[in-house]
């Protein structure tokens, strides 16, 4: 392996500790065809950064993004911040050569998303979104039988994404819930992986007709003194305005007729972290549950009569017969959440060094953006929106 890879990561958090850990493990378990060095591990505050660089395996640790975006030293750039940072922070690493890894959503707007586009493109770079739930072994193997026409033509895909960490009121503003730093709630953070794994699996989104909510329209604003990050924070006394969505759900039509269902929430109680879809088509259907994600359920229409049912996939066969699973362990022993970004990673680094970016890329982000500007829109108007 000629070419090491030095890697600069902006953001430490949940998202910067899902990713440390890929980069850590992609060389150890993917045959790649570069090394890969954790080079510097970026973020403001400085004492938590380097508590994070330690127990997360960087070199070095930095508070100024511009200096690790521009350092000599940095051939990949891996954006994890908040999402009202990804565009400016984007579009320099491109401008100065690197490529760029950028968590989900792209950015806040489809404006933003173009500037990323545009400038990944102009500086020739390698760019991909980070939508790791398409490098769940079980969904791409949907999306290979999808491809040998295993559903033949699709009518239907249904998909819920729930969760249920902010039920409670007291729960604080924290800035996954602030419009000026997270660009919409549900919408832009969880329904964009359903919409993400539709274009994925079905294809491009035509029109769509949203729906959102607020449940709860105030919270306490965070504790100025307490720690704290998009998903959990001390509560301070003061109330402050919820400025996004709790929960968005939308119909559509997809451009190739198929009909479209997604419901994103942050209010169903019990629901961790629960991705649910469904895709019915001419020839099978085809059903996968996060909660149980290692497995994938099909129901073949071309079977003798006596013998249909919904089959259950242990998604867990080596030897090149369901994807990436190979490169872990023998059949049955089951993976987990970690492991989607350590596949999204290992294919990030050789597109890389093949120079060609790899789906999802930006404009996957931006297109994503539209559809997801379109519910909004949608749920504003009450009218149907082209995406
Ligand atoms: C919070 O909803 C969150 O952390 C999302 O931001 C991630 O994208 C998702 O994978 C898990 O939940």
Not at 315 to 336: A, E
Request: proline residues 4%; hydrophobic residues 40%; charged residues 20%.
């Amino acid at each position: 392996m000629s070419r090491t890879l030095r890697v600069g990561m902006i953001g430490y958090r949940f998202m910067g500790k899902a990713h440390s850990n890929a980069w850590r493990q992609a060389p150890h378990f993917f045959p790649l065809k570069a090394g890969v060095e954790m080079h510097t591990l970026c973020g403001r505050d400085a004492a938590g950064v380097e508590a994070a660089r330690v127990q997360l395996g960087w070199k070095n640790a930095s508070t100024d993004w511009k200096a690790v975006v521009n350092s000599p030293e940095i051939d990949i750039v891996d954006i994890n911040t908040p999402n009202d940072s990804h565009a400016e922070i984007a579009v320099a690493a491109a401008n100065a050569g690197k490529h760029v890894l950028c968590e989900k959503p792209l950015a806040l707007t489809v404006a933003q998303c173009q500037e990323m586009v545009d400038a990944v493109k102009k500086a020739k770079v390698v760019s991909m979104v980070c939508h790791n739930y398409r490098r769940i072994p079980a969904i791409a193997q949907a999306k290979k039988m999808i491809e040998e026409g295993a559903l033949g033509n699709i009518f239907h895909y249904h998909a819920r994404y729930a969760q249920d960490w902010i039920v409670d009121p007291e729960f604080p503003l924290v800035w996954r819930l602030q419009k000026g730093v997270s660009g919409s709630g549900a919408n832009g953070d969880i329904n964009a992986h359903i919409v993400d794994l539709g274009r994925y699996l079905v294809g491009e989104f035509k029109e769509v007709c949203g729906l959102m909510n607020t449940f709860i329209k105030e919270r306490p604003l965070v504790d100025q003194g307490g720690k704290g990050d998009g998903l959990g924070a001390k509560a301070g006394k003061k109330l402050g305005k919820v400025t996004v969505d709790d929960a968005a759900l939308f119909i559509g039509r997809f451009k190739n007729g198929a009909l479209a269902n997604l419901e994103a929430t942050r209010f169903a109680l019990g629901r961790k972290n629960h991705i649910a879809l469904e895709i019915n088509g001419s020839k099978g259907s085809l059903q996968f549950d996060f909660e149980d994600m290692n497995r994938l359920k099909f129901f073949d229409n071309t079977q003798p009569a006596d013998r249909q049912g919904f089959n259950d996939i242990l998604v867990t066969q080596p030897g090149g017969v369901h994807p990436f699973v190979g490169q872990w362990w023998p059949p049955g022993h089951i993976l987990g959440y970690e492991h989607t970004f350590v596949h999204t990673i290992a294919d990030f680094i050789n597109s890389v060094v093949d120079g060609k970016s790899i789906q999802p890329t930006f404009e996957d982000g931006m297109k994503n953006q539209r559809v997801l500007e379109a519910v909004e829109e949608s749920a504003k108007t009450g009218q149907w929106v082209k995406v």
